[in-house]
């Protein structure tokens, strides 16, 4: 699973007000891939309770997209 997200990938990891962590995949362009995927799992594990990582004093861990290029779209 980590070599398929996030090999070869720009990335940032922020704490949120609640003190969950927030990865941010900075070339993320496309719905429907395995990132997309493992996001709705990850919020589908919050909402009932089990996205927890232990060994990070029990904070859930969400996977978020930021296409980091977006802004070279509007210029042209």
Known sequence: M??????KRN???????SGNLILTLLDWQ???TIE???S????SLKEKGKNKTLWWN???VF??????????KSVQ
């Open 30 to 32: 496309k719905k429907g």
């Open 63 to 72: 996977l978020r997209a930021k296409n980091q290029y977006d802004f070279l």
């Open 2 to 7: 980590r070599t398929l997200l996030f090999e």
């Open 40 to 43: 709705k799992m990850l919020l």
């Open 11 to 17: 990335c940032k990891i922020e704490q949120d007000h």
């Open 58 to 60: 029990n904070r859930s």
């Open 36 to 38: 997309d995927h493992v």
